[in-house]
């Protein structure tokens, strides 16, 4: 059961540390639930941008053909093509897993309480609970999970220090499903943690910490997400109808503590696939 | 024209089906339905921060009222021309600090909620307490919604004192 929980809202880029001066820095005032102080963070060293289908991509790609016609490669005898590029790029990977890793600060993932099960699947979490014969799944992905930045305009000339970036904090979108013993569907909640665009200043105009963006049954187990199951959209519901699902969650162990717990868990997982993706780049790009 | 409820802290379980039947008891016996309202749940760190920058007071508190109309008289409720106007305001609840009271004096909680809650609407609808006279009058309405509320649903809140 597995409704894609990849937030398509742009790529995040990780600049090095060498170049986090000149980086467009998040504002001071980010959004406090999107960056829970108790979450595993790390400062805000990729900048942000968002994707675009301008052509711009396909101009780049024959760019980047063009230069390796033009300019002869190096040659080391394995047969593979190695240029300048490719030996500042690795000495460039190398110095930006390092920063990386200094900067990490879980090694190992935090434990979510509440006797949740982790299992991975490449960027996937699924977190299982069983409850009085209940079966409760959550699952995440961490690709695309972590916000675009609502950054305001950096004044000319002004310098930021690296204890005044804001921190990464990984909210994927994540799905919850609970699945009662003798029922043939599973209700499903489609979660999300909302961006707050505007608790930039004392905060009067927050979200809560997560919110059901949508509900439905599915059949169980099934890994298709099955369009013609009726739907119901939050954006337009009752709201007394939405706290008691909210209640519901909250008695099977999805509450606010548990999605703070989330997105400290995420963080962590994002961070550590970004450091192994780094490795396999510079693996890919340096000669063998 | 309704409830914006918000649950912003993780300290205390909150059931919001629970609190947001109690907010909509206490309008109905005010008579203010057609009002929007802002019921906020937070934490001792953020309401002592909204303490400190609208009151001067650096310490947690149970309540702060933020009226959308500033200069009502008490019991008198607002008229407004506009549908952008059915507002009352936000009232925010440190339910920590609340529920430290409660774990004190063994009281229940949603129960300790729903009186806090009359306090911040009867600030909304223009009632203080800076005078005894003030206080006084403040108490009375407070004591008439909570009797009507007993009535309503046979539980035994008193006011805040």
């Not at chain 1, 695309?144 to 950054?151: D, K």
């Not at chain 2, 600030?123 to 509320?149: N, P, V």
């Amino acid at each position: 059961m597995l409704k894609s929980v990849v937030r398509a809202v742009g790529a995040a880029v990780r600049i090095s540390s060498a170049t986090t001066t000149t980086a467009r820095a998040l504002p001071l005032s980010c959004p406090t639930l999107c960056s829970p102080s108790s979450a595993t963070t790390r400062p805000f060293t990729r900048s942000l941008w968002m994707l675009s289908n301008n052509g711009a991509s396909s101009t780049c790609r024959q760019t980047l053909f063009r230069s390796k016609v033009l300019n002869p490669s190096m040659s080391c005898g394995c047969g593979e093509l190695h240029t300048e590029g490719d030996k500042a790029f690795g000495s460039f990977l190398s110095d930006e897993i390092k920063e990386e890793k200094k900067i990490q600060k879980n090694k190992t993932l935090p434990k979510m309480s509440g006797g949740w099960e982790l299992e991975m699947n490449g960027t996937e979490a699924k977190l299982t609970r069983n409850v009085a014969g209940e079966k409760i799944t959550v699952t995440f992905n961490v690709n695309n999970s972590i916000p675009p930045n609502f950054e305001e305009e950096i004044e000319q000339g002004q310098q930021k220090s690296a204890e005044d970036e804001p921190e990464i904090v990984s909210t994927p979108n994540f799905v919850v499903e609970i699945t009662k013993q003798a029922a043939k569907h599973s209700l499903v909640f489609d979660c999300h943690f909302p961006e707050d665009e505007m608790s930039h200043g004392d905060g009067e105009e927050e979200s809560d910490i997560f919110a059901i963006r949508e509900v439905s049954f599915q059949p169980e187990g099934d890994s298709e997400w099955k369009e013609t199951s009726y739907t119901l959209n939050t954006d337009s519901l009752d709201w007394a109808l939405y706290d008691h699902l909210m209640d519901f969650l909250a008695d099977r162990g999805v509450d606010n503590t548990f999605a703070d717990e989330l997105t400290e868990l995420s963080t962590t997982i994002e961070h550590q696939e970004y450091i192994k993706f780094l490795e396999d780049l510079q693996g890919f790009v340096k000669c063998n | 024209m309704g409830v914006l409820l918000r649950n912003l802290q993780k300290v205390v379980p909150i059931r919001r089906a629970r609190l947001r039947k109690d907010v909509d008891t206490l309008r109905h016996i005010l008579g203010i339905q057609k009002f929007d309202l802002g019921i906020i749940c937070v934490d001792n760190n953020k309401i002592q921060h909204l303490n400190k920058i609208y009151r001067k007071k650096n310490v947690p508190t149970d309540v702060l009222s933020f009226p959308f109309y500033e200069d009502i008289r008490p019991g008198k409720l607002p008229c407004p021309l506009h549908r952008d106007e059915l507002n009352l305001g936000d009232i925010f609840l440190g339910v920590e600090f609340v529920m430290k009271q409660c774990q004190e004096k063994s009281l229940d909680l949603h129960g300790a909620l729903t009186v806090v809650t009359a306090h911040g609407i009867c600030h909304l609808l223009g009632y203080r307490h800076d005078t005894d006279d003030e206080w006084a009058e403040m108490l009375q309405k407070e004591s008439y919604i909570l009797r009507e509320y007993n009535k309503l649903t046979g539980r035994h809140l008193e006011p805040l004192t």
